[in-house]
């Protein structure tokens, strides 16, 4: 059992940046590959970011490479998104996922990929 914890949403203006963490606890949960969901008012959940268990390997969204870059501490369990060059349409709830890595990184954008999820943090972007 992995429990996830995401932190460090609110409100920054475009242009701006945030940095999102993600707390994993279990004992196994450095072993599991990690990945960002988004999911805004009235849309789907879209897949943002994923890493490795490692950290060796890493996957984006179109709409985000070059902006978002996703790392991880596994000494702390941790998982971060840092976010730069903010838009308006960044603004969603984040929701930070674990899942077996040999079944992640053949699909890391498909949600049922994923074991565990965290409960969500929100990120506001105003224009």
């Known amino acids: 059992q992995v429990q996830l914890v995401e932190s460090g949403g609110g409100l920054v203006q475009a242009g701006g940046s945030l940095r999102l963490s993600c707390a994993a606890s279990?004992?196994?949960?450095?072993?599991?590959?990690m990945g960002w969901f988004r999911q805004a008012p009235g849309k789907e959940r879209e897949f943002v970011a994923a890493i490795g268990w490692s950290g060796g390997s890493t996957y984006y969204a179109d709409s985000v490479k070059g902006r978002f870059t996703i790392s991880r501490d596994n000494a702390k369990n941790t998982v971060y998104l840092q976010m730069n060059s903010l838009k308006p349409e960044d603004t969603a709830v984040y929701y930070c996922?674990?899942?077996?890595?040999?079944?992640?990184?053949?699909?890391?954008?498909?949600?049922?990929?994923?074991?565990?999820w965290g409960q969500g943090t929100q990120v506001t972007v105003s224009s």
């Open positions: 996922a674990a899942g077996v890595h040999t079944v992640v990184v053949i699909t890391p954008g498909r949600p049922d990929g994923y074991d565990y």
């Open positions: 279990g004992r196994t949960a450095s072993t599991y590959a």
